[in-house]
């Protein structure tokens, strides 16, 4: 089994950057594909970005050029650099990992997530 842990969310104004960070544990040879996906309150869960083990990325149209997964095998950590962020990016983020080379998966493993908010 794979564990992953997020970190990074918070308030932030809009216009403004966060960085998330998700590590993951356990078995982690099994992994090929991490990603980041996010659910706002009263919606369905939409995938925001994924990362191959050699570094091939697919992010959704709603967030391409202002978001920026990168992953840093030997620690075994996947990164979200969101800049710009807008009101509609406010939702809980959650790190999946798993061998679909699809943005939408499936993942195998998931994390608990973290809060993003973005104020107007």
């Known amino acids: 089994q794979v564990q992953l842990v997020e970190s990074g969310g918070g308030l932030v104004q809009a216009g403004g950057s966060l960085r998330l960070s998700c590590v993951a544990s356990?078995?982690?040879?099994?992994?090929?594909?991490m990603g980041w996906h996010r659910q706002a309150p009263g919606k369905q869960r939409e995938s925001v970005a994924i990362?191959?083990?050699?570094?091939?990325?697919s992010y959704a149209d709603s967030v391409q050029g202002r978001f920026t997964i990168s992953r840093d095998n030997a620690k075994n950590t996947v990164y979200l650099q969101m800049n710009s962020l807008k009101p509609e990016d406010t939702g809980v983020y959650y790190c999946?990992?798993?061998?679909?080379?699809?943005?939408?998966?499936?993942?195998?493993?998931w994390g608990q997530g973290t809060q993003v908010t973005v104020s107007s």
């Open positions: 999946s990992a798993g061998t679909s080379k699809r943005l939408g998966g499936p993942f195998g493993s």
């Open positions: 356990g078995s982690t040879f099994s992994i090929n594909t």
């Open positions: 990362i191959s083990s050699g570094g091939l990325t």
